[in-house]
């Protein structure tokens, strides 16, 4: 099991290769697998903001794209340049509540080393869900 330090650091990693010309705002995500493997993941913009794309959810799509699956992830961290502990936006936390498994460690960070823990649930109590379809 990876230590949760070290996720973070993976997270760290990713959110070195952010492109965010726009906004500065740099994000970086990291899943980590039942089998020890690590997907990071960044956010890039575009001049046409609504077609930018969240850490967490290429993080999570680029585990998938290799073949991992919800039940597959044990662990993400995200890491952002902010006062407290980042917060995924609203997309990812549905991306999340749907392709993250409940019992899922979520790590949240700054830059100044705070923590914060979270679960799927927390994130997005009620979420929608292929049950409401």
């Known amino acids: 099991m990876m230590k949760k330090g070290d996720l973070i650091i993976e997270a760290g990693v990713a959110r070195d290769r952010a492109y965010a010309p726009y906004s500065k705002f740099k994000v970086g995500a990291a899943v980590f697998t039942k089998d020890g493997k690590v997907f990071h993941g960044a956010n890039v913009e575009n001049a046409s903001y609504g077609l930018s794309m ?69 994130l997005l109590p009620e979420a929608f869900t292929p049950a409401d379809l």
């Open 54 to 122: 969240c850490a967490e959810r290429n993080a999570i799509y680029h585990a998938m794209m290799n073949g991992y699956k919800k039940d597959d992830f044990i662990g993400l961290a995200v890491i952002g340049d902010t006062k407290k502990p980042i917060a995924p936006c609203g997309a990812c936390r549905q991306v999340i509540s749907e392709l993250f498994p409940r019992d899922g460690i979520i790590l949240l960070a700054n830059l100044k080393g705070e923590i914060v823990e979270r679960t799927v649930d927390s």
